[in-house]
């Protein structure tokens, strides 16, 4: 199995766990990733012209020379997928075109890393790579970009393929209502106290639910439930302390990879109890 | 609040046309204001209107209103509204459409002031170095010095290299970046040329407002 690779900024900056269990692990199952070379960044939410943020999107597609792109970040796969349906338009597909050096002929398909593990690469196949089935509970939180506004492997309002994820490596996916709703990442920055209080609703919920972490797909998730959550316990006054873990890395730690291959040191909320529990 | 009474002179169709024309306004004047965006919105709580009545505003061509409204800075982009829309509109494409043109009216605030930096660090290294935007943002955001001890936190586990992160050949950039510029004009000079013609399917909704 072989996919053109889209690794996305955060993979070189704050997801650099992330970056770290995604080699340890596609290696291992022997899913073949080959980096676009001289890849550039999606425009995130950030880059208020569409056209040129189709265009960012157009280039990276047509960097893919024909094989599935995929990518491990639920930001540029939106970005990815709506590139790709706009381009279907064929005077804004010339025009920017025009402004490629590649021109994008429409023939990539983008793919979330959840949907290579779970659609291509097969939960039943996974399931012979166990070494260590999770006695866990997780909760699956899928956030916004991965299902919305369009994706071609799971369902925008019950989303269930990292719920199938979970159970297939062991671990009981626990039910939580929240699996879709935003975490505000994209407004850390400018609005930290709605961003606060949004990542507050879901840690407060996942708390509830009694598990023992909880699992994204994303790293703007991941930077906002993790990074953030000290900020958040402050804030609102609460102890919370849930461990947010990558699915790689939880797939990695079912398959027996030491912790510290995986980047589970690097998080900021201690994932050491989590560890002991895993049990390595 | 205070209601005031819509005159015709407040209303600005062309401004009203050029959001139908744009993604995910298509079926814009259709919108039955049944709210299911405002009650699937995680942040309408937040903002001066609701995307629901953003929606009507804008078929209504309240210019002004709309663009100095913060509903369109609030949005968090998460596209719960434009899933379950039952009408086919898309209320986060149409908050990324006016965001452009917020700016270009001279709107000013936090969000446009970051978004010029993502996008300028974006033209010029073809990556989103995370420490490069946080810092040019932090230099004009005074307040941002209260996350110094989360940035240090950050660097210590090696999440925020202080190297820029940038693409071995950034030529392309330029011409992707300039397609802004032939865009606009482009859209300018559609609307002169032709008024946009109205939708079968409006009729019904005309009759239903009656």
Same mark, same amino acid.
């Given at each position: ?14 997801? +650099? ?33 569409? *056209? *040129? ?11 893919? /020379? ?34 490629? *050096? ?29 070494? #260590? ?26 989303? /269930? ?68 959550? #000290?900020?958040?316990?402050? /804030? ?14 939880? +797939?990695?730690?079912?398959?027996? +990879? ?16 989590? +560890? ?5 | ?27 814009? %004047? ?33 210019? @002004? ?63 989103? =170095?995370?420490?490069? %935007? ?25 999440? %925020?290299?202080?190297?820029?992160? @940038? ?7 330029? =011409? ?35």
């Amino acid at each position: 199995m072989k996919y053109s690779y889209y690794p996305g900024c955060a993979q070189h900056g704050t997801a +650099i766990d992330q970056r770290i269990s995604v080699e340890a692990v596609f290696k291992r199952l022997g899913i073949e990733l080959e980096e676009i070379k001289n890849w550039n960044c999606c425009g995130a939410l950030h880059v208020d012209d569409r *056209t *040129t943020r189709i265009a960012l999107s157009a280039r990276t597609l047509a960097g893919a /020379k024909g094989l599935d792109i995929a990518t491990p970040c639920n930001l540029c796969y939106s970005n990815l997928m709506r590139a790709n349906t706009a381009l279907e338009e064929s005077a804004l597909k010339t025009m920017i075109n025009g402004a490629l *050096t590649n021109k994008y002929e429409g023939n990539t398909k983008p793919k979330h890393l959840l949907e290579v593990v779970v659609n291509d690469f097969g939960l039943g196949k996974l399931a012979e790579q166990i070494k #260590k089935p999770l006695k866990i509970k997780a909760v699956p939180y899928y956030g916004c970009l991965l299902t919305r506004p369009e994706n071609k492997f799971d369902s925008p309002e019950n989303p /269930k393929s990292l719920d199938n994820l979970i159970a297939a490596l062991g671990a009981d996916p626990v039910k939580y209502y929240y699996k879709t709703k935003c975490c505000g990442g994209p407004i850390l920055l400018t609005n930290e106290d709605l961003a606060l209080q949004l990542a507050k609703d879901l840690l407060v919920m996942a708390k509830e639910t009694g598990a023992d972490c909880m699992v994204v797909t994303c790293p703007m998730c991941h930077l906002q439930l993790d990074a953030k959550q #000290k900020a958040v316990e402050a /804030k609102f006054n609460m102890k919370i302390e849930m461990p947010i873990i990558y699915f790689t890395q939880l +797939i990695g730690l079912s398959m027996g +990879i030491p912790p510290k291959e995986l980047g589970l040191d690097k998080h900021l909320v201690s994932t050491d109890k989590f +560890i002991a529990k895993v049990g390595r | 609040m205070q209601k005031e009474t819509i005159i015709p002179e407040s209303r600005d169709n062309a401004f009203r046309d050029l959001i139908i024309k744009s993604p995910g306004g298509e079926n814009l %004047l259709t919108c039955m204001q049944c709210g299911i965006c405002a009650g699937s919105c995680p942040v309408s709580h937040e903002m001066d209107h609701t995307p629901r009545q953003m929606v009507r505003m804008i078929q209504l061509g309240l210019k @002004k209103e709309v663009l100095n409204s913060n509903t369109i800075w609030i949005c968090t982009t998460c596209f719960s509204c434009s899933v379950r829309c039952p009408r086919g509109i898309y209320p986060t494409e149409l908050m990324e459409t006016l965001k452009p043109i917020a700016i270009k009216e001279g709107i000013k605030n936090r969000n446009a002031k970051f978004d010029n930096i993502f996008a300028d660090v974006v033209k010029k290294n073809g990556r989103a =170095s995370e420490f490069l %935007l946080i810092s040019k943002y932090s230099i004009s955001e005074p307040g941002m010095i209260a996350q110094a001890p989360f940035g240090l936190e950050l660097i210590s586990k090696g999440k %925020l290299p202080l190297s820029i992160d @940038k693409m071995d050949d950034t030529r392309e950039l330029d =011409s992707i970046f300039s397609l802004s510029e032939k865009t606009g004009s482009e859209e300018k000079t559609k609307i002169k040329e032709k008024p946009p013609e109205i939708k079968e399917n409006n009729s019904d909704s005309q009759e239903a407002e009656k």
